[in-house]
């Protein structure tokens, strides 16, 4: 029976979430499970009966004429809300893979700071030498990190709050799904770097500049993280574009369209949660801190807090 259910959700994915269409589907579900039973009863097996249930009910397309209604009301969401393109779709996703490049490699600089600084005093160079070198590092990186952070910004404005259709879904699904294995050496090469950044910690200390062995494990952190922290970031963009039928920049500031979407009636109470929840909080941990002078353990606040926000998103989110 799981079968004939997961193969109904499969039917109405492409479906809104109305009241209709998920009446029609209970319907439908009801039907095609007492076919299930009468054909089992005629002595079918429950493979030959799955089977035989589900080339009956045949395509999607098929199945809006049987039960008159379609994906119209999609359609004019799409119309009226200037719904995102598949070209900006592939622009900002362009964009998106030059600013997580960048991103990742000022974090990488950070890092590789330490390996300058260390590495210079240990070869003998002026201590001088490598605290520029370091400063430099640092300045590249911090530079990197603020520049392609706003514009990672900045480009996802133009497509806040818009509608996703469906065939840009499907273009991100297939975009992310081809660089899917991309993705999985990105990482599995940014751990094993990570990992693996012992080894010259080990090596060197059989020799005279044993000392070499930290600043090259700093390098190799700084490799893994890159390639981590931009496969991570370029693979989750897509999900932009998949996981919610309007385009949200952040979830933290949702726009009207995406609010009512996630809320339905309850989003009064989502603007609560998105704009009052956490300055309360962190008054309220404060005011904790400084009346009982537990500052030792008061942050648990935030962890608590975490859990009820958590909570209170899935009990208000729409169905």
């Known amino acids: 029976m799981d079968t004939i259910k997961n193969y109904l959700e499969t039917l109405f994915i492409e479906f809104p979430k109305t009241q209709e269409v998920q009446r029609a589907k209970e319907e439908l579900l009801a039907i095609m499970e007492d076919h299930y039973w009468s054909l089992r009863e005629e002595g079918k097996s429950e493979h030959e009966a799955i089977g035989a249930v589900i080339s009956e009910f045949g395509s999607v397309d098929e199945l809006k004429d049987t039960l008159q209604f379609s994906t119209d009301e999609e359609s004019e969401v799409e119309l009226d809300q200037d719904p995102i393109s598949q070209e900006e779709m592939l622009e900002f996703m362009a964009k998106r893979k030059r600013s997580s490049s960048g991103l990742s490699l000022g974090i990488a600089f950070c890092i590789l700071s330490v390996a300058t600084i260390l590495g210079a005093d240990i070869v003998g160079y002026a201590s ?173 606040i935030f962890v608590i807090a975490g859990v009820v926000h958590e909570a209170l998103i899935s009990i208000f989110r729409k169905a």
Request: glycine share 8%; with cysteine; proline share 4%.
């Open 128 to 300: 001088s030498l490598g605290l520029a070198a370091f400063f430099v590092c640092v300045a590249t990186g911090v530079g990197l990190i603020i520049y392609n952070a706003m514009q990672m910004s900045s480009e996802g404005k133009p497509l806040n709050d818009r509608f996703v259709p469906k065939a840009v879904q499907q273009l991100a699904k297939t975009e992310r799904n081809a660089y899917q294995k991309s993705f999985q050496f990105s990482l599995v090469l940014g751990i094993a770097s990570c990992v693996l950044s012992l080894v010259p910690v080990v090596l060197f200390s059989g020799f005279y500049i044993y000392g070499m062995g930290v600043p090259l494990m700093f390098v190799f952190i700084a490799a893994g993280v890159f390639l981590i922290v931009y496969g991570s970031v370029y693979y989750s963009s897509h999900n932009k574009f998949i996981d919610n039928r309007y385009f949200v920049l952040d979830d933290d500031k949702l726009g009207p369209n995406a609010r009512k979407e996630r809320y339905g009636e309850a989003a009064p109470i989502g603007i609560i949660l998105e704009k009052v929840y956490w300055p309360v909080v962190v008054c309220t941990y404060f005011i904790w801190s400084f009346l009982s002078g537990s500052w030792a353990f008061s942050w648990i």
